[in-house]
Each structure stands twice: as structure tokens, then as C-alpha cells.
């Protein structure tokens, strides 16, 4: 167990539709991470935040937004899903922001948009 | 750009094979990080090591080993002696300079059959 949280698990939506990925860090870490894995895409990087602070954007969608809170949970809300949006979400937590420390994940999120 | 390869997509071994799973990488930061990941059928990410690229320091961890060549730029991973709990995708990554992001390469399937 790595200490990150998500939620939920399992995620069923039609196109067109909004939902919101939940992710809890692991106890002392301020930075959060968001990662989509999919078949053709694999592995990528989406947005990381900072103590609250949006810090590095990847190839995030605009449809997509994310924000952390004080409490530094963070949400990744996806809007007008598309069926390709279909794919596991990462969330990630780490100590601070330096390319050194280590990311921890948390189980993911599948979302499967019908 | 910062980019991994990893050219094995599977590989199939027999339990009690030593197996290496190939990392190749590219960056133009002279301070970097590299990490593997282990990703069971479960589907969680695990943290398996780190290694700055000052360190060019074999290491081992009971079964598990990593040789970093930097003349090669290359991060590879052996398991010695496979089980059937070794079956995973098995991902290499990396971070450096400013950036803490992950990129990742594209996985190598490892199945360890009886």
C-alpha cells in the first residue's frame, strides 16, 4: 500500500458527461501528481500540483481541469468525456517538486465512458 | 524532449530463469533520475528503485538487480531466479532538470510460467 488514496475505483459514464477523480496523498506530501494510462497512449503525464499551486502542465485536454485543496487532497474533473477518454487514471504523491524524489501512485481510477 | 525506450514489449520465461528487462533513455539534463515501476495484473503502480546519474553504482535487492551505463544510456533490470509473482508490465522512467514529471517508456510484459 502506497499511502495515496483514489476514488473511486471503477467509473462507468456515457459521452458527453462531467465526472470528478478523487486523490488523497500520502501523509506529508505536497505534491500531487495526475498520469493517464491508455492503450495507445500509454503512460503520460497530465498537470501536477504543489501545495496548492498548479506546478507543470503536461498534455492535458482542455476539457480537463484538476485543483488541489488546502487540506491538499486533489480533484481531476473530466468534462465532455469522449470515448477515448476511456483509460486508467494515476494519481501520484511525492515530498516536494524536485525531479529527484520518488512518486508514490495510488491504485488508479478506470474510467470507462460508453 | 526527454524520451524512454523499452524495445522488449514481452517476454515469456520459465520460473527459476534469470530474465533482464531493457531500459534505453534520452535526455539532454546533465542531473537526471531514473525509476522502474512494477505493474501486477492488479493494476497499481509500484515503486521499485531510483538512481541519480552521478551514481553509476550497480544495485541489487534479493533477487532483483540494476545496471545504469551511462556510456549507453541505458537502466536495465534483471530478476534472477523469475517467479510466477514477478508476471507484470514492468516500466522504466525518468525525471530531470527542473522538471519533476515522469516520462515513461512503454512497458515490457513480463509472464513467468510454471
Known amino acids: 500500500d502506497s499511502g495515496v488514496t483514489q476514488t473511486p475505483k471503477h467509473l462507468i459514464t456515457a459521452t458527453g458527461q462531467r465526472v470528478t477523480l478523487r486523490c488523497s496523498p500520502r501523509s506529508g506530501d505536497l505534491s500531487v501528481y495526475w498520469y493517464q494510462q491508455s492503450l495507445d497512449q500509454g503512460l503520460q503525464f497530465l498537470i501536477q500540483y504543489y501545495n496548492g499551486e498548479e506546478r507543470a502542465k503536461g498534455n492535458i485536454l482542455e476539457r480537463f481541469s484538476a485543483q488541489q485543496f488546502p487540506d491538499l487532497h486533489s480533484e481531476l474533473n473530466l468534462s465532455s468525456l469522449e470515448l477515448g477518454d476511456s483509460a486508467l487514471y494515476f494519481c501520484?504523491?511525492?515530498?516536494?517538486?524536485?525531479?529527484?524524489?520518488?512518486?508514490?501512485f495510488g491504485p488508479g481510477t478506470r474510467l470507462t465512458v460508453l | 524532449a526527454q524520451k524512454v525506450t523499452q524495445a522488449q514489449t514481452e517476454i515469456s520465461v520459465v520460473e527459476k530463469e534469470d530474465v533482464t528487462l531493457d531500459c534505453v533513455y534520452e535526455t539532454r539534463d546533465t542531473t537526471y533520475y531514473l525509476f522502474w515501476y512494477k505493474q501486477p495484473p492488479s493494476g497499481e503502480l509500484v515503486f521499485l528503485i531510483r538512481?541519480?546519474?552521478?551514481?553509476?553504482q550497480n544495485e541489487i535487492s534479493g533477487r532483483y538487480s540494476w545496471n545504469f551505463q551511462k556510456s549507453t544510456s541505458s537502466f536495465n533490470f534483471t530478476i534472477t531466479a523469475s517467479q510466477v509473482v514477478d508476471s507484470a508490465v514492468y516500466f522504466c522512467?525518468?525525471?530531470?532538470?527542473?522538471?519533476?514529471?515522469?516520462?515513461f517508456g512503454t512497458g515490457t510484459r513480463l509472464q513467468v510460467t510454471l
Open positions: 522512467a525518468l525525471s530531470g532538470g527542473t522538471a519533476s514529471k515522469l516520462t
Open positions: 538512481r541519480n546519474s552521478f551514481d553509476e
Open positions: 501520484a504523491s511525492s515530498v516536494a517538486v524536485l525531479a529527484s524524489d520518488t512518486q508514490y
